[in-house]
């Protein structure tokens, strides 16, 4: 008993001390914020687990009490500047790696998703950037084409007969659909079931809303995958649908290893076939390796673009004088409801890329505070020094609803983005949906070609309205990395009314 007693003492002086230096004498000691939250990451475990997801509005108010920079965690600062974005997500000629902890939760080890250092960052993502140059994403819209056929056809369906459409499950089918063929060669054709195969989506949910306790508990996401998948299938359909994919990926992968086209092929090789090559390193030539990039490629390519399109959709269905602006301008390059137009001559057209900008600001992408780490470089910010080495960010949400940059942010007003241009105000400077710097998003080009065909297709081709589909289904409410409404996830629901025939 007297050990026992001798050890919980020692604890309790461990932690007392250990509170006492992170308040006083740690080197982020200076920057404002809350005592706890810098004694204890239990601060924002109770925000994002035990409340689940709500440490985005925490953050947001504690700049409200202590100003533009506000030490977070224990070791960690949050920066609520706009014209101080580009500081802390820096070009390649400034090094700015990972937070190690953030990208550990979802155990894609060897992927650009979780690379830390930017040497690792730079030789995995260099075989890819090739593929998602916006060259190389216009010789593939054939590929977008194909999948966007096929959506028409459901909604024309539901039209004759008088269905309800699940646009949100639909827009995910198709983008899904199009990065697998794109990355794998092949379809999983989830456009081609009735029901947009949405256990694959409610498993991507899952692992979203996972992320906040897979934050501090890593091991969890690798116990799943350690399962076997009658077990998941057992447990839950849609992880099981996700561990299902994340296998057929595998296979994939180990089939390009194998196989002479991954050492031997010319002319177009998939980008598995490109990064299972001989030009890759060696180490990451492994089956592991690949399916953990291929799983970030999909995941990537599937919700954020799709929640785009549903948000896209709700806000002109419920705007009908910015759909019928936007119908009209589209006759210039869709001549009739069929007419096929091309993301070039697509995104010449400004009232359609304010809708397309606007539909970007107010979905807003990625919800969660994403650290950079300068190894090697203080960082400066209004007389206070961020040491090297320390986890720092902002949060997109904040910059793309700010009013003095964007008044009335909850508007959706494309003619904001006319206005910009024609006086020389470069907003895309605050578009951060995708990021900026050497860490920017490697498949943005493709999320814009998705965007501006998918739109201008629906909006030519179709009337709709919103069935049982509140604003508050679309509204970020809660942070599980990217924006989740307060229940559930987001859905916009239509009924096709009619087809455009002029």
């Known amino acids: 008993m007297a050990a026992l007693a001798v050890f919980g003492c020692s604890i309790a002086l461990y932690l007392v ?16 914020g809350p005592k706890l939250a810098a004694i204890t990451h239990g601060y924002e475990f109770y925000f994002n687990v035990i409340k689940g997801g ?9 700049h409200q009490v202590y100003g533009p920079i506000i030490r977070i965690g224990p070791g960690q600062v949050h920066i609520r500047d706009p014209d101080y974005y580009e500081e802390v997500y820096a070009s390649r000629a400034r090094k700015r790696e990972k937070d190690p902890v953030t990208v550990a939760r979802f155990a894609l080890d060897g992927s650009v998703f979780s690379s830390i250092t930017d040497e690792d960052h730079r030789s995995r993502r260099a075989p890819l950037d090739k593929f998602f140059s916006k060259q190389a994403i216009s010789n593939v819209e054939y590929l977008i084409r194909e999948s966007l056929d096929k959506l028409v056809r ?47 989506r409610d498993g991507i949910n899952a692992l979203f809303q996972m992320g906040h306790i897979a934050y501090f508990f890593p091991f969890i996401q690798n116990l799943i995958n350690a399962l076997p998948l009658p077990v998941l299938r057992k447990l839950s359909a849609p992880a099981y649908a996700l561990a299902r994919q994340k296998k057929d990926i595998y296979e994939c992968g180990a089939a390009a290893l194998k196989s002479s086209l991954a050492t031997q092929k010319s002319g177009n090789p998939t980008i598995f076939e490109a990064i299972a090559g001989p030009k890759m ?18 995941v990537g390519g599937t919700e ?23 119908r009209e301008e589209l006759k210039q390059v869709v001549p009739t409801p069929d ?13 359609m890329s304010g809708v397309v900008n606007e539909t970007l600001r107010l979905s807003t992408g990625i919800a969660s505070y994403s650290p950079r780490v300068a190894p090697t470089e203080a960082l400066q910010y209004k007389g206070y020094t961020i040491p090297p080495g320390t986890p720092v960010g902002q949060t997109h ?22 206005r910009a241009a024609a006086t020389g105000n470069r907003l895309d400077r605050y ?14 080009n493709l999320a814009y070609a998705e965007l501006y065909l998918v739109i201008a297709t629906l909006v030519r081709r179709f009337e709709m309205e919103l069935y049982d589909t509140p604003r508050s289904t679309i509204e970020l409410k809660r942070d599980y990395g990217t924006p989740y409404p307060e229940e559930g996830h987001l859905k916009v629901q239509v009924l096709v009314t009619g087809l455009v025939t002029e």
Request: include cysteine.
């Open 431 to 444: 578009l951060v949906n995708f990021s900026k710097g050497s860490r920017i998003c490697v498949g943005l």
């Open 397 to 418: 949400y904040f910059i793309l609803m700010d009013p003095n940059i964007f008044p009335d942010p909850h508007a959706f007003e494309p003619e904001r983005w006319i």
């Open 17 to 32: 001390l250990r509170s006492i230096y992170r308040v006083y004498f740690h080197p982020l000691s200076k920057i404002p």
């Open 339 to 351: 007419s096929r137009p091309t993301w070039n001559e697509l995104e010449k057209l400004p009232y």
């Open 54 to 62: 709500l440490f985005i509005w925490e953050i947001e108010r504690l």
């Open 154 to 200: 459901h909604l024309r369906t539901a039209h004759e007969s008088h269905k309800v459409v699940h646009l949100d499950a639909g827009f995910a089918a198709l983008t899904a659909d199009v990065i697998h063929v794109y990355a794998f060669g092949f379809n999983p054709g989830n456009l081609d079931q009735d029901g947009f195969n949405a256990n694959v």
């Open 304 to 326: 954020t673009t799709a929640r785009s399109l549903a948000i896209a959709m709700y806000h002109l269905i419920d705007r009908p004088e910015v759909l019928n602006k936007l």
């Open 281 to 298: 390193p060696e180490h990451l030539r492994t089956p592991e390796r690949l399916m953990n990039e291929g799983f970030t490629l999909t």
